[in-house]
């Protein structure tokens, strides 16, 4: 586990709780901390529900959950902790507090990694941490979806965000080392620029919901699935890349982005999958969906683990 034997994860909400299984699975013994006894139970319920469910891609997942102890004390959670992750709400005075009380509770040596999606925690965290405090940001489902975005504080230790890199490679993720923190990281500020052009062409009448899909899905998906974008360009040639862009065919959408599609299915009570219609009409359980999407994200990773890097 490359030094991360004992891990605590603050934070049982939608995302603490699966990251507690990812580790629980690696084989690290895990503390799961929330204030909040409900939401433990929530969280207990729902890790029995996914490790019998074949749908996190490791057969021994209900052995993990012997490895995963639950919490609603801070200092007793985080006593003895190799590595402490953070994955309370997005509020950055919620981090603070939360920082401040860690300083004074975890060993001296305890790496402290936050899942922030999109807050620069650096400055909230005391100099006391600074120095081994990294993001380390996860994806949902973090069980089945390999990517890691890992951001080293400007003031950390050498070989801190190495370390962190190579124990994720370890348990079979792949991180992604960001230089600098910038909100949104990679994939997010790439996954707004699609949504700020599908929404544009919506709203042009271009084509509608499902054909739109049915364009990223079964043209651009596929191949950025196999290869990525620049060794899609790579394939494409560099210039003719470089004409279609130096030719303007592409005006991208002005501030700021949205359709007036999100803001009429909101006002019908349309909020997504758990209201039972977004974009889409859901007529089975929310929890029917994300058992298809999980095994159908299985099959996807399995495929790709199949797959030549080198093409």
């Known amino acids: 586990m490359a030094g991360y034997e004992k891990v605590a994860v603050i934070g049982a909400g939608l995302m603490g709780h699966a990251i507690a299984l990812v580790h629980a699975m690696a084989g690290c013994e895990v503390t799961l901390c929330d204030l909040s006894?409900?939401?433990?139970?929530?969280?207990?319920?729902?890790?029995?529900?996914?490790?019998?469910s074949g749908n996190t891609g490791v057969a021994e997942a209900p052995q993990a959950l012997a490895r995963i102890g639950?919490?609603?004390d801070l200092g007793s959670a985080v006593a003895g902790a190799d590595l402490v992750v953070e994955a309370i709400v997005e509020d950055a005075e919620a981090k603070r507090a939360l920082f401040d009380q860690l300083a004074g509770l975890v060993r001296a040596d305890a790496v402290i990694a936050s899942n922030t999606s999109f807050l620069d925690i650096f400055p909230l965290v005391p100099q006391a941490l600074s120095s081994r405090t990294l993001i380390v940001h996860w994806y949902t489902p973090p069980y089945l979806i390999d990517l890691v975005d890992v951001v080293p504080a400007p003031e950390a230790d050498s070989g801190?965000?190495?370390?962190?890199?190579?124990?994720?490679?370890a348990i079979g993720k792949k991180p992604v080392l960001l230089r600098r923190f910038v909100p949104g990281y990679i994939a997010n500020n790439v996954q707004m620029a699609i949504e700020a052009e599908i929404f544009r062409l919506l709203d042009a009448g271009v084509a509608e919901v499902g054909d739109i899909d049915d364009a990223i899905r079964f043209g651009l998906a596929q191949r950025l699935c196999l290869m990525g974008q620049f060794r899609k360009i790579d394939y494409t040639g560099l210039q003719v890349v470089r004409d279609i862009h130096a030719a303007g065919l592409y005006t991208p959408p002005v501030q700021p982005t949205g359709t007036s599609r999100l803001d009429s299915l909101l006002a019908e009570g349309a909020s997504g999958l758990l209201a039972g219609r977004g974009f889409y009409d859901y007529d089975g359980t929310p929890a029917d969906y994300l058992d298809r999407r999980d095994r159908n994200l299985l099959r996807l990773r399995a495929a790709l683990e199949g797959l030549d890097d080198g093409l």
């Not at 006894?37 to 019998?52: C, G, N, S, Y």
Request: no cysteine; aromatic share 10%.
């Open 160 to 169: 801190l965000a190495a370390r962190m890199v190579e124990f994720l490679r």
């Open 37 to 52: 006894q409900e939401r433990l139970d929530w969280a207990r319920a729902r890790l029995e529900d996914l490790a019998q």
């Open 70 to 72: 639950y919490a609603v």
